[in-house]
């Protein structure tokens, strides 16, 4: 199942008009979209944060909101984070929270000791992740809870904190023949899960332990012939796999394995020429979660020229925001 690109669509990114429609969406209260989206609000926040630093363009957000103010608003008693005042503490939240403080420069005033707990709360004897005290397992949650330890600095005592040879024992599980990686071991492969298991086995250091090409190759075959990449076979192509694929073959060292230049021409057509944003494919609704990965997925391309940034393909942040807070893999080094 594929598309074809509108003859009209844009074939050049965009870059002013995507901060023009991210600062817009977020300083608009009364936006519809922005109001029904409160469940997942601090995940928004992070979305566009990340897409702004990647245009060189986040002072405009610093100066039009209060972030540390947000932060503090979201903070839950149990060291987590909800994804908006009032909500309950979830790890998706809880590593978005994280992010929003290295992008804003609030590491600071953050509780790490406090949120590693919450994050060390919820790992199961198998070494899986649960997201709350609700209790559903999912491998999006190993990457979001070691991902989150990572970036508050704390790496270097993940065996301390929380299990972490369980916790990469049981993303390997999850690994299925096809080289795909699903939610819970023998659930069905989609890339957005493979970028889950394959970022937390680099934050874990076991990506050798890996069928690097088995896996590199499901992901290749994700590209269809309009440029644009599905998340598991026979779907329609989304521009957000853009970031879930790529950002997988770039920690696999793979990146050349698609077409670069037919996946941005795919991006480019997704674009909103007047009012700015990317939608999930061309001719729908644009929104900031596309816009990121679509920006996020041309950065790894190194083909937005001098309008990107360079992004971290686990982490999704800009590699200087990362440096300054001297936080480095040792596989990106
Ligand atoms: C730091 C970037 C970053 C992420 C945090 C939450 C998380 C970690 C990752 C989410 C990975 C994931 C599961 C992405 C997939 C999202 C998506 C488009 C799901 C749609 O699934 P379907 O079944 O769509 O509705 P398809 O495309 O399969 O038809
Ligand atoms: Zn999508």
Known sequence: TDISLPADAPKQLLPE????????????????????????????LYWTASALDLLGRLPDLRQRMDAAAFLRDCARPDGGYGPAPGHDSHLLYTLSA?????????????????????????????????????GEVDTRFSFCALAAL???????????????????????????WDGGF???????????????????????????????????????ERQLASGGLNGRPEKLPDVCYSWWVLASLAMLGRLSWIS????????????????????DRPGDLCDPFHTLFGLAGAS????????????????????????RHGLRLPLWT
């Open 17 to 44: 008009k995507h901060a023009d429609f991210l600062l817009q969406y977020c300083s608009s209260q009364d936006n519809y979209e922005y109001v029904m989206t409160e469940y997942l609000r601090m995940s928004g």
């Open 182 to 220: 699903g939610t819970r071991p023998g659930s069905e492969s989609h890339s957005g899960q493979v970028y889950c298991c394959i970022g937390a086995l680099s934050i874990l250091g076991r990506l050798h332990e890996l069928d690097v090409d088995r896996t590199a190759l499901w992901l290749a």
């Open 300 to 323: 790894l391309l190194r083909l937005g020229g001098d309008s990107l940034k360079a992004i971290n393909p686990t982490f999704c942040l800009p590699v200087d925001c990362l440096d």
């Open 260 to 279: 670069g230049e037919r996946l941005l021409r795919f991006v480019c057509a997704a674009q909103d020429p007047e009012a700015g944003g990317i939608a």
């Open 150 to 176: 990572f970036l508050l600095g704390l790496g270097d005592r993940l065996d301390d904190l929380v299990d972490a040879r369980a916790a990469g024992d049981f993303v390997l599980t999850c690994a299925n």
């Open 98 to 134: 994280v992010q929003v403080a290295l992008l804003f420069d609030l590491r600071d005033s953050l509780d790490a000791g406090a949120i590693a707990g919450f994050v060390r709360g919820l790992q199961r004897p198998d070494g899986s992740f649960q997201g709350d005290r609700w």
